[in-house]
């Protein structure tokens, strides 16, 4: 008998490794052993002992194999001999740590196997290879370089590695043992290369070898049941391929390999590659993306087809397509089916048309649907086809009509004239006009469409002014501009506004709207005509009555100086009487019945400056609530709360209250809290030279009703709360 196996078997409890031991000697007589607990005696019993062999158990609550095995390496580095790690523990953490610390042999203890003879077994493989005498090593290594290790003897798997369908492989230890050409072609190789210098690691893409190393090892250590892994292999020259691997772990009499048959499965990837990508965007896609049978049957729906028709893939596919479509539906799709079919399929494969999609819970979708026959060998073999929901291009569509319709009409009922133009080559050409326009300008429809603007109604010697309107709407922007267009009959003043149809769209569209100004600049010219004779007339007022006015006052009060005469301070009262009738006149003729056009006027800030100038030294003033914003001419507007206040003042005590407040939200009133007007005296009281003051001129009032009625509103007079005057002024009713 030869020199016996010397097993170290390592394990916290005693029982178990002595069963090991005893196991192990009765299977195998050339197997002698000794055991040690990892926290005992095992530096004492590993330098007192012969090894060849170290056999550790592991256990997730007590032993720690792959920390044993780096202990020992550290502490006891002369000990190189094989380390075989047995447990009843299988976990892909633990295989890792396994290959990485460099365990030799991985042995499942279960009581359902002979796990004791695996374990004599595989020491009997492990520790040979470890003391295998020179003349041994120089046959392995003449059996690596010439492909004659005893499992190619087999003649079924020699047939097939010369037979080059595929590539073979044998490898012990991660080192190749024999490789065929059709192999080392795929890598790109010679076998030489291949046996000599490379190990299996290195044809393996360096992100995927930890997986690669961890599934032959495991199918060397007959952990595992499937042969098949794929991963990515390095050619020679650097490029990446896919490739599938079936490895078999196999004995024979002095060691275990793994036998591998690979295949380059690169275009198969690719392949997959792509209809993965394709199959993601048919899924993600925004429609329902669908394949019918010959006989009209779903075959596929992505995912939007079931989302939208709220049925699962189990409920749809195999169905008919009359699930979600009607009867209608089906006769019009089996019509364009006959009509591609009996075209030419080179110049017409497809066809759309509109559908109505029926949902599981009963509801109807609008849809749009584009379908493609399939035909193989002239045979019909089904369709696919793309279903768009057009449900809110529908919606839109309606709202745009609605609005084109509601243009339309208004387009037509404006009371101003307009035009709808389109700019061609910087300049408006008409696309259409309406009633208002064809009334005030005399041009028809079908007289002007089509033609620039400018050349029919643009006078003599506004070419520079049209040309730059027409560069500002060129640029797309919007003009509000007072222009002389001539009619048919005469020129007129227009108020010009556009606005555009759209925006950085070319050409540009828009509507141009003429607001027939000319009465009202006749208007403006004669009240700027009538203001200039008004100013002459109180220039002349001013100093042909004034200048004997105030010669007589002079005299009157050097008389007055002479003489003491109650004649005289009557005198000298008329002659204050006729500056204060002079005053009021002087204003009535400036103020007239006209007034400035009407702008926005913060009606709070009038009344207080109304006040500044005519009551603040006496009396209060009093604002009740907000005052609001009103159209008016704000000059003539103060001047009527200038008089209303003298007025309040004149006919009060010195300490009188004047109140002002709205009526509603364009009226407002002014009450004092003063004696007030008898009711048979209040209408009496916007009459000339009416007045109760005892110098009073009775225009004060007359001025007001003048600034009133020049705006067109109303007023009148009646009781205040306290018992006072007051004036309320509102808007004219159009009945009035």
């Not at 993600?284 to 596929?300: E, P, Q, S």
Request: glycine share 6%.
């Amino acid at each position: 008998m030869g020199k016996s196996i010397g097993v170290l078997i390592v394990d916290d409890d005693p029982v178990a490794a002595n069963a090991t031991a005893l196991s192990l000697e009765r299977i195998d007589e050339g197997i002698s052993t000794t055991t040690a607990t990892a926290t005992g005696r095992l530096p004492e019993t590993i330098a007192a002992s012969r090894i060849d062999c170290l056999v550790c158990a592991h256990d997730r609550s007590g032993i720690d194999a792959i920390t044993v095995l780096e202990r020992i390496r550290r502490d006891h580095g002369s000990l190189d001999v094989p380390f075989v790690l047995f447990t009843e523990i299988e976990s892909t953490e633990l295989l890792r740590r396994a290959i990485t610390a460099g365990v030799t042999e991985y042995v499942k203890h279960t009581p359902e196997n002979d796990c004791y003879r695996e374990l004599a077994e595989q020491i009997r493989r492990a520790v040979p290879n470890r003391h295998d005498p020179p003349d041994r090593q120089q046959h392995r290594e003449a059996s690596r370089t010439s492909g004659q290790l005893s499992p190619m003897d087999d003649i079924n798997l020699r047939r097939l590695a010369e037979s080059n369908l595929i590539g073979v492989f044998l490898t012990c230890d991660f080192e190749f043992e024999y490789v065929n050409e059709e192999l080392a072609e795929i890598f790109g190789y010679s076998r030489t290369e291949l046996v000599t210098k490379l190990s299996v690691q290195d044809l393996v893409y360096e992100d995927d070898r930890p997986h690669f190393i961890e599934h032959l090892q495991r199918r060397e250590w007959n952990l595992i049941d499937d042969p098949l892994h794929t991963f990515r292999g390095v050619r020679k020259d650097g490029t990446l391929i896919h490739v599938e691997v079936r490895s078999d772990r196999i004995n024979t009499t002095d060691t275990s390999a793994v036998l591998g048959l690979l295949t380059d499965v690169t275009p198969r990837k690719r392949r997959e590659k792509e209809l993965k990508r394709y199959r993601s965007l048919v899924n993600t896609a925004g429609d329902i993306v669908y394949a019918l049978d010959a006989n009209g049957r779903f075959t596929f729906v992505n995912d939007m087809g079931l989302h939208l028709t709220g049925y699962s893939r189990e409920e749809i596919i195999g169905q008919h397509a009359s699930l979600v479509l009607d009867d209608q539906a089906i006769a019009d799709g089996k019509a364009h089916i006959q009509e591609l079919l009996e075209n030419d399929a080179k110049t017409r494969m497809s066809k759309s048309y509109e559908i109505a999609l029926t949902t599981a819970d009963g509801a109807t979708i609008p849809c749009e649907t584009n379908i493609t026959i399939l035909t193989h060998n002239g045979t019909f073999n089904g369709t696919v086809g793309v279903v768009r929901d057009v449900s809110k291009q529908q919606e839109l569509k309606a709202d745009l009509r609605h609005e084109r319709d509601q243009f339309a009409a208004l387009f037509e009922n404006i009371t101003e004239p307009t035009v709808q133009y389109v700019m061609k080559n910087s300049t408006p050409h008409v696309e259409a006009v309406n009633t208002a326009f064809e009334n005030v300008f005399g041009y028809s429809q079908e007289e002007i469409v089509g033609r620039s603007i400018d050349d029919v109604i643009l006078p003599n010697g506004q070419e520079t002014q049209a040309n730059a309107l027409n560069k500002h709407v060129s640029r797309g922007k919007q003009i509000e501009v007072e222009v002389t267009r001539k009619t048919k009959d005469d020129l007129r003043t227009f108020r010009l506004s556009t606005a555009q149809m759209s925006v950085d769209v070319d050409p540009i569209r828009g509507y141009a709207i003429y607001q027939d100004v000319t009465e009202r600049k006749r208007r403006q010219n004669e009240l700027e005509r009538q203001n200039k004779q008004l100013e002459e007339f109180a220039s002349v007022v001013s100093h042909d009555l004034r200048q004997p006015l105030g010669i007589a006052s002079g005299k009157l009060s050097i008389v007055q100086e002479r003489h003491d005469s109650r004649h005289l301070d009557d005198i000298g009262d008329a002659l204050q009487r006729m500056e204060s009738l002079i005053e009021n006149v002087l204003t009535l003729a400036r103020q007239g019945k006209i007034v400035s056009t009407p702008t926005p006027t913060d009606l709070s800030t009038v009344v207080r400056k109304a006040w500044e100038i005519a009551g603040s030294e006496q009396g209060d003033l009093v604002i009740e609530g907000p005052l609001a914003e009103i159209d008016a001419d704000s000059q003539r507007l103060q001047e009527l709360f200038e008089n209303l206040f003298r007025n309040a003042i004149e006919h009060c005590r010195p300490d009188v209250v004047v109140t002002v407040g709205m009526l509603g939200t364009t009226g407002f009133y002014v009450e004092d809290d003063g004696p007030g007007i008898p009711p048979t005296k209040q209408e009496r009281v916007f009459d000339r030279g009416y007045s109760t003051a005892e110098n009073g001129t009775g225009l004060g009032l007359v001025i007001v009703q003048t600034i009133v009625e020049a705006h067109g509103w109303s007023i009148s007079v009646t009781e205040g709360r306290t018992g006072g005057a007051r004036f309320e002024i509102e808007e004219r009713s159009p009945l009035q």
